[in-house]
C-alpha cells in the first residue's frame, strides 16, 4: 500500500556540513590484521582502492571480506596494520572516516520500528546535510522501489527490501567513499539495477567504491578491479574483465583453492 506522497521540507545550508565528496579519495591497507579472541579474522591484507573506481571484494565465506569492510568503515577497530580511508588514518581519525564513508552493512543496521523515511530522516540529521538531500532521498527511494513503503516500518520489510534500503541509507549523502557489503544478497533485477546505478553515480561524481559480494558475474559487471581474498589474506588483484566468463570462473575457481 502507498503511503503517499514523501514530505517535503524546508532544509537550508548547514554551517560546518560536510562537502558533497572528496576529489582524490582512496582506500589503502597495509598488512592489516584483525583477531577477535582467538581468531584471525583478517590476516594481513593490503590492497589499495583509487577513486573513480569500484573494486570487488570477492572470496569463499569466511575470507575476511565483511570484517575488512567493517574496519574501512570505521565499525570494528584493526589489531595491527596502517589503513587510510581518504587519506585519513581510521584508527586516529575514525569520526572523520566515518563522515567520508557511506557503508551497507552485510548484515543489520535498520531500525525495525522505523520507516525508511525515518532512517533517512536520522541520518540527514546526524550527517548535517545541506540543500537537495531530501529530493536525493525521494529519488532513491523511487529508484529502489522503496517509494510506496517509505513510511512502513521495516520490521516487516522482506530481506531484498531491507538490502535495497541499506543501499539508499550508505549513498544518500554522496560519500567519497562507498562501501557495500553483499549489496546483492536476495535482491531483485529492479535492486540490483538500481545499485549498479549507484556505484556509476558514485564513481562519475570521483568516489571510491568497495562491492564485497559473493556473485562474481555482478562484480565483474559492477567494478573495475576483483581483490581476491581467501583466508584472510589477499591472494591477488586483477581487472574485472579477466573474471569475465568461463575462462574468468575458471581463474576465479583457481585463487580460492
Ligand atoms: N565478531 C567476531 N567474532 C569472532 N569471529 C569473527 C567475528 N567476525 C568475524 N569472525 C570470523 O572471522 C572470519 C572472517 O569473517 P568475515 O565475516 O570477515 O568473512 P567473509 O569473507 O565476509 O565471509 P562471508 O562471505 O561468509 O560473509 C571468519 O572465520 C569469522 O568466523
New binding site residues.
Partial sequence: MSAGPLPTAPSGPVPGAPGPSTTGAAVEVHDLHVR??A?E?VGGISLTATAGRATALL?R????????MRVLAGVVPATSGDVRVGGLDVRRERLAVQRLVGYCP?VGGLVPRATPWEHLQLAGRLRRLGPGWEDRARDLLERFELGGVAHRTTSGFSHGMGRRLSVVLAAVHEPSVLLLDEPFDGVDPIGVEATFDVVADARARGACVLV?T?LRELAVEVCTEVAV?RA?ARVATLPAARMLGEDGAREYRSLLD
Avoid at 61 to 68: Q, V
Fill in positions: 577477535f579472541g581468531v579474522a572470496g565465506n569466511g575470507a575476511g571480506k565483511s570484517t575488512t552485510d564485497s559473493h581474498l584472510g
